[in-house]
């Protein structure tokens, strides 16, 4: 049975469902460290409710989206005209591909599937901008924008905060950005885990986007309400690409559930507003707790889930089956994300009788007694290295765990997060203007995989410089089962080595293939031991924002629609 059970991982790039695992199972659902929810809302009250009117919730049609869409735009102080609603946040995005992405879109990796996958299903060009794992995942956006600008994308898109590792830019930096590339057909900022960040006050870019000609933010209602199954999420943007999108969604594409919970929202803004606080309290306390493991790391979040490195020579495949079939945990392992690795777990915020639980479970399968344990005898010089190795995501026969020989040469990055100074990281208070493309970032220290930027990314893509962080190009125009992985051209010694088709995960019979591309990096150190419990340097932990006490009143009426419930535009500002 457990063979069965953790075969389901072994068929796509996402995890399974909870209802796959019960069904395979035959038991109740574990404990889930895997899909990114609010523990603590709704309250058992509303479920209570919720039970009470099933009935008629799945007997009869639901209002229309426009009624639905309304009421949510009455709570959250919304133009309706700027609004479109959705079956979930990837009904958004895959209308926005179809309809305002022409040819080409840039994303950093590891971020959301989707985000990736969806351009590439519909034969654009996708172009991947790496986040360095020596620089701790951290977007840099003035090279986000010379990548941009070198490879003449024409829509771009910045999760904040991004998933799965939680980085997080202020929100003068994000309009910066916005601002920066005016010119581009399309810009989208993906919020759908903003309402857990407490660096800033304000950070959401909701009211700026309406009066921008081609920016867009996505925001979730599943992750902040705790509701992935009822599948409703909304975007915002000016009238004419609201209006765009909203003209090709089905009359009825909300269902009844979304329309009860979205009515009965307006009774509960304080129970939410208190959610939010319980869970960003947590995601401290979590990170507390993990770090205390040795050898594992764990990234700075500001989503409510956590980043984290498995000790060297764990590999994330046998610690996720195990905790699942041993332990009854599910947790999210990274290996099948583009820019990510099977050494990496997403880890959602939880309460912290649950993280007890997941440590313990932890320290049995890492640690152990030393036999069976995850992490092998050190004394056997095991030399893992992960980097950002774009092949993991793409070589399902091997479970998304890639080729470790070609990762390893291609990678070689040394395996310790660097320090980030805080306009890398976003730190609250600081944001940092955008400098000029071509300065190469002056007065801001830069990544040891971006040193070496003296003459602009043009020029560094043209010359083979070493240490610019290079695209994961997906060719629109490639021959599918053909395209090599393009070392020599970018600064790397060495031949070009084939990926087929048959090695790559969901591109077989596509009009595109992709083109793998990874930074030159460094010599990955011997092991002397177990290293110490890591946090990336100078990116600790960012302090949230004074909340008051349990017992939070309403938000003041300048914040909120006079019933304690937050405007979309003033996220944080309870408080």
């Known amino acids: 049975m457990a063979d069965n059970v953790t075969s389901l991982f072994r068929t796509g790039a996402h995890s399974p469902s909870m209802a796959a695992l019960a069904r395979e199972s035959g038991e109740a659902g574990p404990l889930d460290f895997c899909i990114p929810c609010n523990p603590y809302f709704p309250t058992p009250a509303m479920f209570d409710e919720l039970t009470h009117r099933l009935r008629d919730i799945i007997t009869y049609y639901p209002s229309s989206a426009d009624t639905i869409t309304g ?272 050494r990496f777990l997403r880890l959602v915020v939880r309460p912290q009788v649950d ?42 026969s091997t479970n998304g765990q890639g080729y470790p020989g070609l990762a390893a040469a291609a990678n070689g990055m040394a395996g310790q997060p660097q320090p980030l100074t805080a306009a890398a990281n976003g730190m609250p208070g600081q944001p940092q203007p955008l400098v000029a493309a071509a300065n190469g970032m002056a007065g801001q220290p830069l990544a040891p995989a971006a040193n070496g930027m003296g003459n602009g990314m043009g020029n560094g893509m043209g010359n083979g410089m070493a240490g610019q962080p290079q695209p994961l190009v997906a060719a629109a125009n490639g021959m599918p089962g053909q395209q090599p992985l393009v070392a020599a051209a970018n600064g790397m010694v060495g031949q070009p080595q084939p990926l087929t088709a048959a090695q790559t995960r969901g591109t077989t019979g596509m009009p595109g293939g992709l083109t793998a591309v990874t930074p030159q990096g460094q010599p990955q150190p011997q092991p002397q031991g177990y290293p110490q419990p890591q946090m990336p340097q100078q990116q600790q932990m960012p302090q949230p924002v004074p909340q008051q006490p349990t017992g939070w009143p309403n938000a003041p009426a300048a914040a909120s629609n006079g019933a304690g419930w937050p405007a979309a535009g003033a996220v944080n500002r309870v408080g």
């Open 355 to 396: 993280v007890r639980r997941l440590v313990s479970g932890l320290e049995s399968v890492l640690y152990g007694t030393r036999r069976g344990a995850a992490v092998p005898e050190l004394s056997t010089g095991t030399n893992y290295s992960s980097g950002t190795a774009a092949v993991d995501r793409l070589v399902s």
């Open 71 to 342: 009421e949510l735009c009455n709570l959250l102080q919304l133009p309706p005209q700027c609004v479109a609603m959705g079956n979930g946040s990837t009904e958004l995005i895959t209308w926005i591909d179809h309809l305002l992405v022409r040819e080409s879109l840039a994303i950093p990796v590891p971020t959301f599937g989707r985000w990736t996958d969806q351009p590439l299903e519909t034969g654009k060009r996708v172009d991947m901008f790496p986040l360095q794992e020596s620089n701790g995942f951290a977007l840099d956006p003035a090279q986000y924008i010379q990548f941009i600008r070198s490879r003449g994308t024409r829509a771009a898109v910045i999760c904040n905060p991004n998933n799965p590792d939680g980085g997080f830019l202020p929100k003068q930096t994000i309009l910066a950005f916005c601002d920066a590339l005016a010119d581009l057909d399309l810009i989208v900022i993906d919020e759908s885990f903003l309402e857990f960040a407490d660096a800033e006050n304000e950070p959401s870019v909701v009211e700026e986007a309406v009066m921008r000609p081609n920016v867009i933010v996505l925001r979730s209602l599943g992750k902040n309400f705790g509701l992935h199954g009822v599948r409703f999420g909304y975007m915002v943007a000016n009238p004419g690409l609201a209006g765009r999108i909203r003209s090709m969604l089905p009359k009825w594409n909300l269902n009844a559930f979304a329309e009860t919970v979205v009515f009965m929202l307006r009774d509960h803004g304080p129970e939410y507003v208190e959610s939010l606080h319980m869970v960003r309290r947590d995601r401290l306390d979590m990170a507390r707790q993990l770090s205390t493991l040795p050898g594992l790391t764990v990234y700075p979040s500001q989503g409510n889930f956590l980043f984290v490195r498995l000790p060297v020579g764990a590999e994330g495949t046998v610690v996720r089956d195990r905790l699942l079939t041993e332990h009854r945990i599910l947790v999210r392992e990274c290996g099948n994300k583009i820019g990510s690795s099977s």
